[in-house]
C-alpha cells in the first residue's frame, strides 16, 4: 500500500509547560516542580502525530522571523514534514501557549496566536496544489477562519477527504460545515458549536446529530475519560475510553485527530478508525508534553495490533 498522504492547514506554536502539585487559586504564587518547552499548536500536533504513524505529511503554516520561528521549522524538518508552506512574517512572534498541568493531569492553557492569524487565505492558495494531491485534508480554528474555509473550499474541490478539529469553539456556518467530511470537537465546543447541553452521553449524541444536521456528515465527538461518541449516518456508537494513568492530558485531542486522520488515509473503516485513535490518544496522556508523547509507529506494534 502507498504512503498515506496528509495536509495539514494550521496553527504552529512554542509550548511552555510547567507541572504544579494543583491548579492555583487567583493572586496566588506556587511552586512548580517541572518546566519543559515544546513544539505545540493544533496544526503542528496532529501533522507530527499522523507523521509518527507514517504518513507522508505537508503543514501550511505561519510564523514569526524569530528564535521560536527557527526552533519550529527545525521540529518540523526532523519529524519529517515538508517544509516548503512554512511561511514566514515579521509583523509578529511566533505563537505561544503557556500551559499549568497539576498532579490529576488537568491543564490551564492560554494561546497567544502571534503569527498564526497572519495566515491568509492567499497563503493557503499557494499551497492549493499540496492540499488537492493529499488523501486527506486536517483543519483547525487556531488560524482565522477565512483562511480554515478556504483550505477546505479546496479539498471539496479536489475531493480530498476532509476533517475539521473546530477548535477553539465558536459558531460555524451551515456553508463550512457543509464543506466537512468529518468533525472532530470536543464537549464544550460541540455545546458552543450547537447550543445544547453536553451534561450526558444522552445529550451528547443529540448534539451530535444537531451537528450533523448542520451540514457536516460525519461527527466524531471526543469526551475526554468518557471517550469518544461517533455519530454518523448509520447511527450512534460510544467508545470507552481506555484506562490508563493520566500524568498529562495536554495534546490527547490533537493525538486522537491526527492518529484518526492517519488511519482514515489508509483507508481503514471509519469505526476502526476511531477506535485506533482511542487508543493511541490514552497511550499519550501517560506522559508530561505534547508532541514528545506522541508514540512512533514501532513503539506501538502491539496496541495496533
Avoid at 504518513?55 to 514569526?64: C, F, L, M, P, R
Avoid at 452521553?201 to 468518557?226: N, P
Avoid at 484518526?260 to 506522559?287: D, Q
Wanted: net charge negative; hydrophobic share 40%; glycine share 10%.
Amino acid at each position: 500500500m502507498s504512503v498515506p498522504k496528509i495536509c495539514v492547514v494550521g496553527s504552529s506554536n512554542i509550548d511552555l509547560i510547567a507541572k504544579i502539585p494543583r491548579l492555583p487559586k487567583m493572586g496566588e504564587t506556587l511552586l512548580g516542580r517541572y518546566f519543559h518547552m515544546s513544539c505545540g499548536g493544533k496544526g503542528a500536533n496532529q501533522a507530527v502525530m499522523a507523521g509518527k504513524l507514517g504518513a507522508q505529511i505537508s503543514i501550511v503554516t505561519k510564523v514569526g522571523q524569530d528564535h521560536l520561528g527557527e526552533i519550529i521549522r527545525k521540529n518540523y524538518e526532523e519529524m519529517g514534514v515538508d517544509p516548503r508552506f512554512i511561511f514566514a512574517t515579521a509583523e509578529t512572534s511566533s505563537g505561544v501557549a503557556p500551559i499549568l498541568v497539576d498532579d490529576e493531569g488537568r491543564n490551564l492553557l492560554v494561546y497567544i496566536p502571534g503569527a498564526n492569524m497572519l495566515l491568509s487565505p492567499e497563503d493557503v492558495e499557494r499551497a492549493a496544489e499540496r492540499i488537492a494531491a493529499a488523501d486527506v485534508l486536517v483543519c483547525q480554528l487556531e488560524i482565522p477562519l477565512e483562511s480554515s474555509q478556504r483550505a477546505l473550499q479546496i479539498g471539496r474541490k479536489n475531493d480530498v477527504r476532509t476533517i475539521l478539529n473546530p477548535a477553539p469553539g465558536r459558531s460555524l456556518s451551515a456553508e463550512l460545515l457543509e464543506l466537512c467530511d468529518v468533525v472532530v470537537p470536543n464537549e464544550t465546543e460541540t455545546e458552543i458549536i450547537t447550543g445544547l447541553p453536553v451534561d450526558t452521553e444522552d445529550q451528547i449524541a443529540a448534539a451530535g446529530r444537531r451537528l450533523r444536521d448542520m451540514g457536516c456528515d460525519v461527527v466524531i465527538i471526543t469526551m475526554g475519560h468518557r471517550g469518544v461518541m461517533l455519530v454518523s449516518g448509520k447511527g450512534t456508537e460510544h467508545f470507552p475510553a481506555v484506562k490508563t494513568e493520566a500524568v498529562d492530558t495536554t495534546g490527547a485531542g490533537d493525538a486522537f485527530v491526527g492518529s484518526f486522520a492517519y488511519f482514515l488515509a489508509r483507508g481503514k473503516p471509519l469505526e476502526e478508525s476511531v477506535r485506533r485513535a482511542n487508543s493511541i490518544a490514552a497511550y499519550t496522556v501517560g506522559k508530561v508534553g505534547t508532541q514528545v508523547s506522541f508514540p512512533w509507529r514501532h513503539e506501538i506494534v502491539d496496541l495496533l495490533r
